[in-house]
T-cell receptor
Framework: RKEVEQDPGPFNVPEGATVAFNCTYSNSASQSFFWYRQDCRKEPKLLMSVYSSGNEDGRFTAQLNRASQYISLLIRDSKLSDSATYLCVVNYLAGDTGRRALTFGSGTRLQVQP | NAGVTQTPKFQVLKTGQSMTLQCAQDMNHNSMYWYRQDPGMGLRLIYYSASEGTTDKGEVPNGYNVSRLNKREFSLRLESAAPSQTSVYFC??????????????FGPGTRLTVT
């Protein structure tokens, strides 16, 4: 089982639609959570961190459910420029070294259509 | 302020050849990372360096070596390339964080093909 699982999509939605992605993680010791965005053939970039109380940044809302071990991302009023792959990222303590390491999901592809 | 830079952008190697991927950051970050990204697999950590002078193995270190040359530079070496190492390689850097919340800044990637 992958440590971070996402529906690969693609999610095809019209402009203006609301779309939601979920992500589940298997390591209950996970410490912190993020959504990254990756455009085609480009590097990932941080979209937003995900805090226990949930947080919002403009059209984007992220939620964390520690009990069920999932994270969600809601995008309202989708724009053409939102078309990208969204990576769910979890930070956990890595083995004997006690060092933290990010684990990336394989991503959910979003295509917003005119 | 260039952020994270990587060279080369593209490379084709024959099986058994060696090469070094270069990475540099100008944000004065302590931590640096090397990832590979394969279709359907997500990014997987190869090696990381929490600070100058230290390196640690990640999830998929076999077949690779790294050098943290100084605070700015972190190189990845393939001693004897294999077709299984065909991938996109990303370097990243970040500040050290106490609470686990930190942003990783990525370079543009190196697309490596091993034939």
């Amino acid at each position: 089982r992958k440590e971070v699982e996402q529906d690969p999509g693609p999610f095809n939605v019209p402009e203006g639609a609301t779309v939601a992605f979920n992500c589940t993680y298997s390591n209950s010791a996970s410490q912190s959570f993020f959504w990254y965005r990756q455009d085609c053939r480009k590097e990932p970039k941080l979209l937003m961190s995900v805090y226990s109380s949930g947080n919002e940044d403009g059209r984007f809302t992220a939620q964390l459910n520690r009990a069920s071990q999932y994270i969600s991302l809601l995008i309202r009023d989708s724009k053409l420029s939102d078309s990208a792959t969204y990576l769910c990222v979890v930070n956990y303590l890595a083995g004997d070294t006690g060092r933290r390491a990010l684990t990336f999901g394989s991503g959910t592809r979003l295509q917003v259509q005119p | 302020n260039a952020g994270v830079t990587q060279t080369p952008k593209f490379q084709v190697l024959k099986t058994g050849q060696s090469m070094t991927l270069q990475c540099a950051q100008d944000m004065n970050h302590n931590s640096m990372y090397w990832y590979r990204q394969d279709p359907g697999m997500g990014l997987r950590l190869i090696y990381y360096s929490a600070s100058e002078g230290t390196t640690d193995k990640g999830e998929v270190p076999n077949g690779y070596n790294v050098s943290r040359l100084n605070k700015r530079e972190f190189s990845l070496r393939l001693e004897s390339a294999a077709p299984s190492q065909t991938s996109v390689y990303f370097c990243a850097s970040s500040e050290t964080s106490r609470d686990g919340y930190y942003e990783q800044y990525f370079g543009p990637g190196t697309r490596l093909t091993v034939t």
